[in-house]
């Protein structure tokens, strides 16, 4: 464990005006404390976690304070990914993929390069006009086998996902997501990650649905569609997530237009976009307004 570590859970503890001698109490000796908190002895696991306890604080709360109020590095390379992609900057995307290309040829660590193939994806949509065209079949094994091989799904395996899952074949993704669902079973408690199965799911059923010019032909994947809706009401959105509410009713009336039934779907996309006005969310309200005329053209 980084022995960095030891002079935040200083800090910490003399913010909470808990001494040494109290925090060491039961767990070990005020010496070994005392020698960890100044960076010159390691600590275990099962030692921190006890410490943190004591101190009322999650292992997530005692990183966010460690990386000076910051998300983790993790967290921040998909944050800073996605922001440059939405803002279209080509120069940040190309400069972050060379640093993941250079990591992985530099530590052999394969991970690195399914963070370049990720910017790359990003790259390839902003820099050339992306017009439709999937990954090149080598891409895909990388990320497939990958994805695949992974025993249990945690936030790293659903946010590599989440950024391709639009540029993948069909059956790839509906294999991969019905993968994604199953395999993050046991982080289902743990926000962070239930938020990026969720979000993977919404973006499941978008693909599923398909681009607003082809609302028009047969549409091929109810039972899909069904499938993965009931995944989401499986996770059971919290009443408190309003917008995830919000959307999910404007997929379903999509669905319904996209499956015939226009009437009841124009009504219930109508009632997304009125609680948004109602909540003040116009900006949201208007892309809903937006999208419901283009599919019902």
């Excluded at 640093?99 to 193939?117: E, H, I, P, Q, S």
């Excluded at 094994?141 to 899952?165: A, I, M, Q, R």
Aim: charged letters at 25%; aromatic letters at 12%; one cysteine or more.
């Amino acid at each position: 464990m980084s022995l960095e570590y030891g002079k935040t859970l200083r800090m910490i503890r003399q913010q909470k005006g808990i001494t040494l001698k109290k925090l060491a109490d039961d767990i070990c000796s005020v010496s070994f404390l005392s020698k960890f908190e100044r960076g010159d002895s390691d600590i275990t696991l099962g030692l921190m976690t006890r410490l943190l306890e004591k101190l009322m604080m999650s292992f997530d709360e005692f990183l966010y304070i460690h990386h000076d109020f910051q998300p983790d590095k993790l967290e921040q390379f998909f944050q800073t990914a996605r922001a440059a992609y939405f803002n279209r900057d080509v120069i940040q995307l190309k400069q972050l993929k060379d640093k993941a290309f250079n990591k992985w040829k530099r530590y052999g660590v394969d991970t690195y390069l399914y963070n370049a193939l990720l910017i790359e994806v990003y790259e390839s949509i902003v820099d050339k006009q992306y017009t439709g065209e999937r990954l090149e079949d080598y891409d895909i094994h990388l990320l497939s086998d990958y994805l695949f091989g992974v025993e249990v799904w945690g936030y790293y395996e659903l946010s590599l996902y989440n950024g391709t899952l639009l540029l993948l074949d069909p059956d790839l993704v509906i294999m991969l997501s019905r993968t994604a669902y199953e395999k993050s079973a046991r982080f289902r408690n743990y926000k962070k990650v239930n938020d990026a199965i969720t979000a993977v799911l919404f973006n499941t059923i978008i693909f599923l649905l398909g681009p607003v010019n082809r609302f028009h032909e047969e549409f091929t994947f109810q039972k899909e569609f069904s499938e993965f809706i009931s995944y989401l009401e499986t996770i059971a959105i919290p009443e408190s997530n309003l917008i995830e509410r919000v959307h999910l009713l404007e997929l379903k009336g999509a669905y319904d237009i996209r499956t015939g039934n226009k009437k009841e779907g124009i009504s219930k996309i109508r009632q997304a976009i009125q609680l948004l006005n109602n909540l003040n969310s116009t900006k949201m309200a208007n892309n809903i307004e937006q999208y419901l005329l283009q599919i019902i053209e």
